[in-house]
């Protein structure tokens, strides 16, 4: 049994999806500051599909762009079966589609609150494996996202699953 078992760590194909509604977030880089800001993007989102009586079609993303001293910047993304037949004006919302590619997915148990842990541990795993040297070599991973697999209203956070998805170039 190896030290990271609990990360669930498998190499996967991501499928590419055709309709993703989404909106363009930022945030300072401390654990503080993006949560309140994921929160207030998601609302955002959510408005949208809910004024248009859109149904997702997979769980919810924060796709990570860029992360470092300077800010954190972020897309939400919920994927859709079909664009809103009415997409009209979405204020910062825009609907596009969320492209597919090898990646390496990681299992995050828990609150949110402890994902920092988590991506200390997946560090560690890929310095152990020679994927990296540092946590400066994140920046070989961007975009990389979590996907968010039970709802946090009705989840006990010790229950909720994150997968966390870091894309192979």
């Keep these: 049994m190896s030290e990271f078992d609990h990360l669930g760590f498998a190499e996967v194909e991501v499928a590419p999806v055709a309709v993703a509604a989404q909106v363009r977030g930022q945030s300072a880089s401390d654990p503080a500051s993006i949560g309140p800001a ?72 828990g609150p949110y609150g402890e994902l920092m842990g988590t991506y200390g541990q997946i560090t560690a795993f890929m310095e152990a494996k020679g994927l990296m040297e540092s946590e400066a070599d994140w920046a070989r991973y961007m975009p990389m996202w979590e996907e968010y697999l039970n709802d946090p209203r009705t989840t006990p956070e010790a229950e909720l699953l994150t997968h966390i998805y870091l894309p192979v170039k």
């Design 38 to 109: 994921m929160e207030g993007t998601f609302a955002k989102l959510g408005a949208f599909l809910e004024a248009r009586s859109a149904v997702p079609a997979g769980p919810p993303r924060a796709i990570y762009t860029s992360y470092g001293p300077e800010g954190t910047q972020f897309v939400v993304a919920i994927p859709l079966g079909e664009a809103p037949a009415e997409s009209g004006e979405g204020g910062d919302v825009f609907v596009d589609s969320l492209d597919g590619c090898k990646a390496l997915r990681f299992t995050h148990r």
